[in-house]
């Protein structure tokens, strides 16, 4: 596969979408404590310096092999990386979306202003017709965070996906390119 590039993309008034620093290792050290995060993610638990940047290398990889595009979400007032947004094309011109954000930034607008970029440069940039993501239905700060983006919940896929040994629902959600 062909290398992508992880552009730069501003992210609301108060976040920006970037490649992933080896400095960022502190968000991936509070996501790491959060008992949902490692479950579905590649974070790391437990979590050692090494295992961080080993995080942070993978999402650099991801790029480099031509799997999808990685970013760190980072408060622009300190630079300082509070989650992640990743957008993972597929076949039939569709693309997955999956975020998470640290607990100390939660509540704040992160996951809505990333979704909001991510979405909306995918969809006019790359122009990919499609864009889905997965929520489990007690996640509710994560499925309203995507609506108030401007994706649709289109149904429940029942025993979706096996998180934590256990089959789970998820709630899937789409936005659409306009034509």
Do not use: C
Not at 8 to 14: M, P, Q, V, Y
Not at 55 to 75: E, H, K, L, M, N
Not at 77 to 96: F, K, S, Y
Not at 133 to 149: D, F, I, Q, T, Y
């Amino acid at each position: 596969m062909n290398s992508l590039v992880v552009p730069r993309l501003g992210a609301g008034e108060r976040f920006a979408l970037r490649p992933w620093e080896l400095g960022d290792v502190d968000a991936v050290r509070e996501a790491s404590m959060d008992p949902y995060i490692p479950l579905i993610t590649s974070v790391p638990s437990p979590y050692t310096e090494e295992e961080g940047a080993a995080f942070v290398r993978r999402q650099w990889d991801r790029a480099a092999t031509g799997t999808g595009y990685s970013f760190a979400i980072a408060g622009l007032a300190a630079g300082r990386a509070v989650g992640q947004i990743g957008l993972w094309p597929g076949a039939h011109g569709r693309a997955t979306v999956g975020y998470w954000v640290a607990a100390s930034a939660r509540g704040q607008g992160v996951a809505v202003a990333a979704l909001a970029a991510v979405s909306a440069w995918g969809l006019a940039e790359l122009r990919i017709p499609r864009l889905e993501l997965h929520v489990e239905p007690w996640n509710v700060g994560s499925w309203k965070a995507a609506e108030r983006a401007g994706f649709a919940r289109e149904g429940l896929l029942r025993s979706w996906q096996e998180i934590g040994g256990e089959r789970r629902d998820m709630y899937v959600y789409s936005k659409l390119a306009l034509t």
